[in-house]
């Protein structure tokens, strides 16, 4: 009989310590939890959902190869380039890829960064 009361004894202490090592989490906690979770980085650019990062983005307006080396006379051939690209597209009648707001912020995106790299160190 003693060794049933025993038994019972340790198995509600083993409960007791079961549920006291379980931690409590408030409703206010799981809520701050639930918002503060996260979540992919979105890169939008003129109200459109970019797939890439904005650097490649960019890079691909101007049809430029990140990594290079590039100088300001670069980059405004480029940014001269993709605008008659452009305006011979919407002559003909073409769709573009690209309008020249995105041309715009691209080479805008891309000199900054140019100035970025060159004061770096």
Not at 56 to 75: A, P, S, T, V
Request: net charge negative; with cysteine; aromatic share 14%.
């Amino acid at each position: 009989m003693t060794y049933i009361i025993f038994l019972f004894v340790c198995f509600i202490l083993k409960f007791l310590v079961e549920d006291y090592k379980e931690p409590v989490v408030s409703e206010v906690d799981q809520i701050i939890n639930s918002i503060t979770e996260k979540k992919p980085v979105k890169y939008i650019s003129n109200g459109v959902e970019l797939k890439t990062t904005l650097k490649r983005h960019y890079f691909d307006i101007l049809d430029m190869e990140n990594g290079k080396i590039y100088d300001r006379e670069m980059i405004a051939e480029q940014v001269i380039k993709q605008h008659s690209f452009y305006n011979e597209d919407v002559k003909v009648g073409y769709k573009t890829k690209f309008n020249t707001k995105d041309i715009n912020l691209a080479e805008n995106y891309i000199l900054n960064y140019y100035d970025y790299i060159v004061n770096l160190n």
